[in-house]
């Protein structure tokens, strides 16, 4: 069978055909569009598409070489350089230079159709251009889409402290073509412990997962990743054990920032007192031994130099008083921090047991409306019936037990 020969829109004698000529004089005619065709040697990759994998780039030449260029590249004008950078297309590029001579000639006799972007915008509109147009053409890894969200994320911040836009999500899930909520859990997924980021690129654990775990503090994502390592899984009991002791590592942590805080500032005060205490003791002092002071008498001069070397004396000591106590409570917060810095495998045992022991009460539950709603079956069915008794004594036998 004889390899179509045709370019998007043109065959080999550069004549507009039927199957993209139609589309393409409508593309052109309206205004919002600058459609050209150019040769593969003005067009050049561009650097910031350094994040994409170029692969399979072989078959997608023979896909063109049989059955045309699908989709045409956008690129941008470079006047300084007087070339063409890409936009979109990188891909489809490589695989055409991948052509030889004769293959390119007969496919693209008057250049490559490209749609020619503004080339007024900035470099940071067009980086979002560039991760918008990847992200529509390619089936990226979650990898990649966290890399997208962050990197989108960074250049709207750019843009909001310009005024241009007001909220970021809202931008980035336009450009992915997602929901706010889930731009938010790729950003929540950017606070992960480098462990836990390497599952959720491997698929060890999903978008969802990664949201709740990203808003735990180190510690508990610490116990997390224990949890995943030991069993392979949390339960949402585990979890929610672990967040609360992680809620209490956090208001201990703000209540020792209010109290240190508070005890820098007495002593700031303190040491204030003293240094004017101090410079009021050389300035009387000075008056004593000089005979300046024509307005006190020498026993004034004295019975102040008294009160004030003793109030200085008294400043003094609680001043280091304060600061024994500042160390006290620095000493405290290094016993807490490196007692709560994991959960003991106890712990861990025990926040398990828990766990399996909510999910069997949580099915008793759950299924006590069965028994319930089906009560003539058990009083019709001697069997049943006998199995519910066992099951009551059981019942009672570890009830029994509980209150010993």
Known sequence: MAKKSFSVGRTNNGVLNSAGGDKLKELQANSQYNFQFIPKDKIVSNPKNEKYIQDGIEPL????????????????FDAEQNVY????????????????????????????????????????????????????????????????????????E???????????????????????????????????????????????IDLNQADKFGKLDESA??????????????????????????????????????????????????DMTVKKLQDKLLELENEHINNTSHAKTKEDLEYELRIVTEAKIQAEKEKNKLENNLEKL???????EKKNASISDVELKRITSIAKTEQALNLLENNFDVLKNNRSTLQQDSDLKLRLE???????DLLFGLTE
């Open 85 to 156: 950078r890409l936009i979109s297309g990188e891909r489809r590029y490589h695989a055409i230079c991948a052509m030889n001579d004769k293959q390119y000639k007969e496919l693209f006799p008057t250049g490559i159709p490209c749609k020619v972007e503004k080339s007024d915008i900035t470099e940071i509109d067009e980086e979002i251009m560039l991760i918008s147009a990847n992200h529509d053409v390619r089936e990226t890894s979650i990898e990649v889409k966290r890399w997208e969200v962050s990197r989108l994320k960074e250049l709207y």
């Open 158 to 204: 750019a843009k909001k402290l310009k005024g241009e836009i007001k909220n970021i999500n809202a931008e980035i899930a336009k450009q992915l073509n997602i929901s706010e909520r889930q731009a938010r859990k790729y950003t929540t997924a950017e606070k992960l412990i480098p462990e836990l980021s390497n599952l959720l690129n491997e698929n060890g």
């Open 390 to 396: 066992l099951l009551k004594r059981r019942l009672d």
């Open 330 to 336: 620095k000493k405290q917060q290094k016993e807490k």
């Open 221 to 270: 994502q610490k116990d997390i990743l224990k949890l995943i390592n030991n069993k392979g899984s949390v339960e949402n009991s585990e979890f929610q054990s672990i967040k609360k002791l992680s809620e209490d590592r956090e208001k201990e942590a703000l209540k020792y920032k209010e109290e240190y805080e508070k005890a820098s500032k007495q002593i700031l005060e303190k």
């Open 61 to 76: 030449k023979e896909s063109i070489i049989e059955n045309g260029l699908r989709h045409n590249l956008s690129v941008l």
